[in-house]
């Protein structure tokens, strides 16, 4: 029964900040990279951070020019997203995806987890 369960997600203002958190429970996902993707109504879920199982590497979308930060804590089986300087265009629903490759670059999608909203207010 392995879930990807994400949570940290809400309301801030523009400028602020937000972490998110996806947990990991059983024993399917273990060894596996995980991955932050987002999604607003009507457009394409698109990929935004991955870190392999080891944390050693990780792989980010051009696009967040640094804002957005992943790390891995295997003990507590979480793996976060650090978002900064959070802007309108933010706003979206977030996800976190476990894969059983190690290949940040293509990262291919194994199972999904439900989403956690993300709105920044102007």
């Known amino acids: 029964q392995a879930q990807l369960v994400e949570s940290g997600g809400g309301l801030v203002q523009a400028g602020g900040s937000l972490r998110l958190s996806c947990t990991t429970s059983?024993?399917?996902?273990?060894?596996?990279?995980t991955g932050w993707f987002r999604q607003a109504p009507g457009k394409e879920r698109e990929f935004l951070a991955a870190v392999t199982w080891s944390g050693s590497s990780t792989y980010y979308a051009d696009f967040l020019k640094g804002r957005f930060h992943i790390s891995r804590d295997n003990a507590k089986n979480t793996v976060y997203l650090q978002m900064n300087n959070l802007q309108p265009e933010d706003t979206d629903v977030y996800y976190c995806?476990?894969?059983?490759?190690?290949?940040?670059?293509?990262?291919?999608?194994?199972?999904w987890g439900q989403g956690t909203p993300v709105t920044v207010s102007s």
């Open positions: 995806a476990a894969s059983a490759s190690q290949l940040l670059i293509s990262f291919k999608v194994d199972a």
């Open positions: 059983g024993r399917t996902f273990s060894g596996y990279a």
